[in-house]
Nanobody, 124 residues
Framework: QVQLVESGGGLVQAGGSLRLSCAAS????????MGWFRQAPGKEREFVAG????????HYADSVKGRFTISRDNAKNTVYLQMNSLKPEDTAVYYC?????????????????WGPGTQVTVSS
């Protein structure tokens, strides 16, 4: 079993930055790809960013490309999401997820374990 816990969410003004962290415990997470998703009120959960097992391959949603950066520290079993130039439309609950694949995947159904989420609110 794997437990994922996100942290780092909060309230920030438009143009500001936040850094989310996702700490994994239980079965070693360094074997698998990891992803960040978000869900705004009344909307479906959407892919934000993903990183391969090695960390060498990353993939971003078009809406965050150039503003968000995903990274991982396998020694610490932690994945990060650096979010810069935040916009009000980035407001959502952000979820960390672990896939049982080694390569990046964007489909939520490909992810087996999910954290409880952390709220990010961007004010205009």
């Amino acid at each position: 079993q794997v437990q994922l816990v996100e942290s780092g969410g909060g309230l920030v003004q438009a143009g500001g930055s936040l850094r989310l962290s996702c700490a994994a415990s239980g079965r070693t997470s360094s074997t698998y790809s990891m992803g960040w998703f978000r869900q705004a009120p009344g909307k479906e959960r959407e892919f934000v960013a993903g990183i391969s097992r090695s960390g060498f391959s990353t993939h971003y949603a078009d809406s965050v490309k150039g503003r968000f950066t995903i990274s991982r520290d396998n020694a610490k079993n932690t994945v990060y999401l650096q979010m810069n130039s935040l916009k009000p439309e980035d407001t959502a609950v952000y979820y960390c997820a672990q896939s049982e694949l080694s390569l990046v995947t964007v489909a939520p159904a490909s992810y087996t374990y999910w954290g409880p989420g952390t709220q990010v609110t961007v004010s205009s």
